[in-house]
T-cell receptor, first 113, second 117 residues
Framework: AQSVSQHNHHVILSEAASLELGCNYS??????LFWYVQYPGQHLQLLLK??????LVKGIKGFEAEFIKSKFSFNLRKPSVQWSDTAEYFC???????????FGRGTSLIVHP | NAGVTQTPKFQVLKTGQSMTLQCAQD?????MYWYRQDPGMGLRLIYY???????DKGEVPNGYNVSRLNKREFSLRLESAAPSQTSVYFC????????????????FGDGTRLSIL
């Protein structure tokens, strides 16, 4: 079965620091990849997605992610975080022919002003 | 522009009581999902409905039932609530896209915070 690993469970940064959150998936075939963000007390919102084409994907709010097929990875990056980026971040992966994406356990990001 | 609407937002139940969580989407999406979110566990799929008229079990279906009432609505029922079902429940829907339904993102509701005493 497909699995998604987010190795950083809790990340604490100061404003203006750079961010990289790891995401690894297990499936070797065609895969659709997503990053979602959940601000405190809110629902999950899509940050960005990848399913084909340029492996460097740009999303909302200055986030980007790079798909590296050889490493089964889809890491999320932001050059300079803001206090408002404090949230929980979820990576999800779906196989090419499935309606059911698998979610990672999430990474809690706290940004100190 | 409501998206995915869940009711209620908060609920407290006693052990053994029953309850139905409601979910409706106005985006004409085929697929709908119910998840529970627990600290450190991420999102776990309870049930999903790939299209109107079909439902399937997810990772943690025990103690729950679902009904896909029509294309818009997908309800989750707890027949006899247990303290282990204390959680935040999220409903999501997913569109079919013009070419590939599998690469469409999910749209989530605001969640139902359920406490069972």
């Amino acid at each position: 079965a497909q699995s998604v690993s987010q190795h950083n469970h809790h990340v604490i940064l100061s404003e203006a620091a750079s961010l990289e959150l790891g995401c690894n998936y297990s499936y070797g075939g065609t895969v659709n990849l997503f990053w979602y963000v959940q601000y405190p007390g809110q629902h999950l919102q899509l940050l960005l997605k990848y399913f084909s084409g340029d492996p460097l994907v740009k999303g909302i709010k200055g986030f980007e992610a790079e798909f590296i097929k050889s490493k089964f990875s889809f890491n999320l990056r932001k050059p300079s975080v803001q206090w408002s980026d404090t949230a929980e971040y979820f990576c999800a992966a779906g196989t090419g022919g499935s309606y059911i994406p698998t979610f990672g356990r999430g990474t809690s990001l706290i940004v100190h002003p | 522009n409501a998206g995915v609407t869940q009711t209620p937002k908060f609920q407290v139940l006693k052990t053994g009581q029953s309850m139905t969580l409601q979910c409706a989407q106005d985006m004409n999406h085929n697929s709908m999902y119910w998840y529970r979110q627990d600290p450190g566990m991420g999102l776990r799929l309870i049930y999903y409905s790939a299209s109107e008229g079909t439902t399937d079990k997810g990772e943690v279906p025990n103690g729950y039932n679902v009904s896909r009432l029509n294309k818009r609505e997908f309800s989750l029922r707890l027949e006899s609530a247990a303290p282990s079902q204390t959680s935040v429940y999220f409903c999501a829907s997913r569109g079919q896209g013009s070419a590939n339904p599998y690469n469409q993102p999910q749209h989530f509701g605001d969640g139902t915070r359920l406490s069972i005493l």
